[in-house]
């Protein structure tokens, strides 16, 4: 079955970090493009991050550029995000997605996310 | 960065009803990049189309897109039980950028 799994959700202090994990399955994880879109409780959806299959090359919104990283291990399927100097207004849930056609593209595949707390 | 305004935020329908949410974009969308998405309670986003009119493997008929330049629409021709839920439009190809949603409830 074709799926992405987030996991390391939690509870974090203002100021604190704290690192995503997304494990795929199904597919040929390293040809694929993933990104990461958040959704703060209640709220609309924004898209985090993405980087390409060979981790060449990545984006960030302007949001997160400077305070979070993307990266992946193709050798086992996951992907990542260290989130530092970590805000209030991060909260959300996290989801890890398969952007198609191009690096920046629609997401067809979404995991089911994986809840960030920030708060003191 | 383009950003997309949805209307209405709320639209209220009976089932099998027609409905038709907006997406307009302030300045115009390159080679129909325009996407929409189906989200539930508590669930992921699911894609519902692509690059404007292209429905996704397995959404039914009963979904579709158009439009051009800065307006766009999702047209759902009879509304069923389970289509009650949060819609969004997506830009894409630049930088990713979402509409805030129109939520489908039922009347």
């Known amino acids: 079955e074709v799926q992405l799994l987030e996991s390391g959700g939690g509870l974090v202090q203002p100021g604190g970090s704290l690192r995503l994990s997304c494990a795929a399955s199904?597919?040929?994880?390293?040809?694929?493009?993933l990104s990461w879109v958040r959704q703060a409780p209640g709220k609309g959806l924004e898209w985090v991050a993405t980087?390409?299959?060979?981790?060449?090359?990545?984006h960030y919104a302007d949001s997160v550029k400077g305070r979070f990283t993307i990266f992946r291990d193709n050798s086992k399927d996951t992907l990542y995000v260290q989130m530092n100097s970590l805000r209030v207004d991060d909260t959300a849930v996290y989801f890890c997605?398969?952007?198609?056609?191009?690096?920046?593209?629609?997401?067809?595949?979404w995991g089911r996310g994986t809840l960030v707390t920030v708060s003191s | 960065e383009i950003v997309l305004t949805q209307s209405p935020g709320t639209l209220s329908l009976s089932p099998g009803e027609r409905a038709t949410l907006s997406c307009r974009a302030s300045?115009?969308?390159?080679?129909?990049?325009l996407a929409w998405y189906q989200q539930k309670p508590g669930q992921a986003p699911r894609l519902l189309i692509f690059?404007?009119?292209s429905r996704a493997t397995g959404i039914p008929d009963r979904f579709s897109g158009s439009g051009s330049g800065t307006d766009f629409t999702l047209t759902i021709s009879r509304v069923e039980p389970e289509d009650f839920a949060v819609y969004y439009c997506?830009?894409?190809?630049?930088?990713?950028?979402f509409g805030q949603g129109t939520k489908v409830e039922i009347k």
């Open positions: 300045q115009s969308v390159s080679n129909r990049y």
């Open positions: 997506q830009h894409y190809g630049t930088l990713e950028t």
């Open positions: 997605a398969r952007p198609r056609i191009q690096l920046l593209g629609y997401f067809d595949l």
């Open positions: 199904g597919f040929t994880f390293s040809t694929f493009g």
């Open positions: 690059d404007t009119s």
């Open positions: 980087i390409s299959g060979s981790s060449g090359s990545t």
